[in-house]
């Protein structure tokens, strides 16, 4: 007799239409409403209108000069590094009209890193702002991609260019338009391959998410549905009530919080989102204050600075809620960064896996108990054991969904996608332990062993083969350590059984800063062991690593 299933429903669900992610996109906002803008100089921007022909634009060369989907859709990835650019929403879609699937790639990676992306989802066309040119055409000789084929890309500053290396060639002077499919059928439209997420694993390198059209419109939409009843609620109580959406881009676009984000989400809410290259917190709160911005995601590091710093005067007066994910928010926080910022902030949960968000609060409402906010409409959730038996209601267990937002699994790896389901298929395996409390979840501990730094995942399967590679180091685990400044960062520390004289702690340092993006840096510190405690089948025993950690104290300075 199968245990029945305890789920946890939202209070309410919506229609989904089946419709294509482009479709939907264009058929929101009015032609004239900005989509994307400089941050630094809002004159330079783009338009519905404009990103539309600018979309269509880049599809035709995608395919013609390319051959990107010219065997079919779903088969040729193409990879884009990019800090924050204008023209990154139009590359995205460009890529998926011409039927291929866009693969982004974080502009902190060297180009090791880089390459590996290429290699892992075999993409042979490589798109690149100019600021990662070096780290581009390096990867691309790793991978015996010719130079015509890795194309160069500014469009701040008013710039329009995208041009190859080889020849230099504009390919934005380009007028030639050629248009997407419209999708309409259910089941293409869930096992579409539109966007590859790349998810670190605990035992290999990243994974590719395999995110479709119906996750994307979803993770849209359901949100959406949400915000706009709230709208409506306060226009009710409030006739003079008007709300403009305007965000600031000031998170990766790599992630999936700034792809769905930045490049999905406003152009269904109907507002602009201004680009900011790089994370800078002095022009962060400038850009607030002159931009007007009225909501933002965000991560727990960036409330942190807002609710400390003394910079924090004014800037946020147009905000009407803020948002904040990737890592849990403490009470403390959460308080003294309201107070300072003058709105309510929510906190919600979700993965790469997922599309984002799984939980969502009303922005009308106010949880200042740790809480990841209430399940999302058209999600169910479930908390179970290490058996896939429902646990009792307020008691621990790793927390499975099934949503239209769910991906279908990981490109190219039957394997981990099998092993990311339940047995029967038909529930997603999130890997955090997490309860439930008078309808809110409280996410807890994490069943992967995911390092998590300002939102940004770090393998640590990934740093330990890295470091074992080194002929002086002859073993290595790697755990994440608490931050001691309280912001719910994790830092990256390193056990290795090595001699120290021969490989100091800095060496061992600068070894993983010379290959690693700046995320997975060993600010923890490193620890020298004779050995490194293992299981009878040489699994890493991590817990024994975090006990000891606890009772070290080492007082490891972090570097935020």
Not at 64 to 73: D, E, L
Not at 83 to 109: C, E, M, R, T
């Amino acid at each position: 007799m199968v245990a029945p299933t305890k789920q946890y429903l939202p209070t309410k669900d919506y229609h989904l239409p089946d419709i294509d992610l482009l479709s939907l996109i264009f058929a929101w906002a009015n032609e004239d409403t900005v989509l994307h803008a400089e941050a630094a100089d809002p004159t330079n921007k783009l338009t519905k209108a404009e990103t539309r022909t600018l979309t269509k634009r880049l599809a035709h060369v995608f395919r013609n000069k390319f051959g990107i989907g010219s065997n079919g859709p779903n088969k040729d990835v193409v990879v884009c590094i990019s800090s924050g650019q204008i023209i990154l929403a139009s590359l995205f879609y460009g890529v998926v009209a011409a039927g291929g699937i866009y693969s982004a790639a974080s502009s902190a990676f060297q180009s090791g890193e880089l390459s590996r992306q290429l290699k892992q989802g075999k993409s042979g066309l490589l798109l690149a702002s100019i600021d990662c040119k070096d780290t581009a055409i390096k990867a691309a000789q790793e991978c015996n991609i010719p130079m015509s084929r890795v194309l160069l890309f500014d469009t701040m500053g008013h710039m329009r260019i995208l041009a190859d290396v080889e020849s230099n060639t504009n390919y934005l002077d380009s007028k030639a338009e050629m248009d997407w499919p419209r999708i309409t059928d259910p089941e293409e439209l869930k096992k579409s391959k539109a966007c590859l997420l790349y998810s670190s694993g605990t035992t290999g390198p990243p994974k590719g998410v395999i995110v479709s059209h119906l996750n994307m419109v979803s993770e849209a939409m359901l949100p959406q549905f949400v915000i706009r009843e709230y709208l409506e609620r306060q226009e009710k109580k409030d006739p003079s009530f008007n709300f403009e959406y305007r965000t600031l881009a000031h998170l990766p676009a790599a992630h999936i919080a700034g792809l769905q984000g930045y490049l999905i989400n406003p152009a269904i809410a109907g507002g602009p989102v201004y680009w900011m290259p790089k994370f800078d917190f002095p022009m962060f709160l400038k850009y607030c204050k002159e931009l007007r911005i009225t909501s933002f995601f965000t991560v727990p590091p960036i409330y942190l600075l807002i609710a400390k710093s003394p910079l924090v005067t004014d800037q946020f007066a147009s905000m009407q809620h803020a948002i904040s994910g990737a890592a849990p928010m403490g009470r403390e926080l959460q308080t003294a960064a309201q107070q300072r910022m003058g709105c309510y902030i929510s906190q919600t949960w979700g993965l790469s896996e997922t599309t984002g968000s799984v939980t969502l609060m009303p922005w009308d409402q106010n949880d200042l108990s740790g809480s990841v906010s209430p399940v999302m409409p058209n999600t169910r959730l479930r908390i179970v054991d290490d058996h896939e038996n429902d646990v009792v209601e307020g008691q621990e267990g790793e927390l499975i969904v099934q949503s239209p937002v769910v991906s279908q699994g990981y490109f190219d790896n039957e394997k981990a996608t099998k092993e990311s389901f339940t047995a029967d298929g038909l529930w997603f395996k999130t890997g955090d332990i997490g309860l439930v409390r008078d309808g809110m979840f409280y996410v807890v501990d994490r069943k992967k062993e995911l390092i998590k730094y300002k939102g940004l995942q770090v393998a640590p399967a990934e740093l330990e083969a890295h470091l074992i590679a080194h002929d002086k180091i002859l073993d290595a685990a790697v755990i994440g350590v608490p931050a001691p400044d309280g912001s719910g960062n994790e830092l990256p520390r390193a056990y290795v059984v090595a001699n120290k004289d021969a490989m100091g702690e800095d060496a061992i340092k600068k070894y993983v800063k010379d290959a690693m993006a700046s995320h997975k840096q060993l600010r923890g510190g490193v620890v020298y062991l004779e050995a490194i405690p293992k299981s009878p089948s040489g699994k890493i025993l991590r817990r024994e690593l975090r006990e000891m950690a606890k009772k070290e104290n080492r007082g490891h300075g972090a570097k935020l």
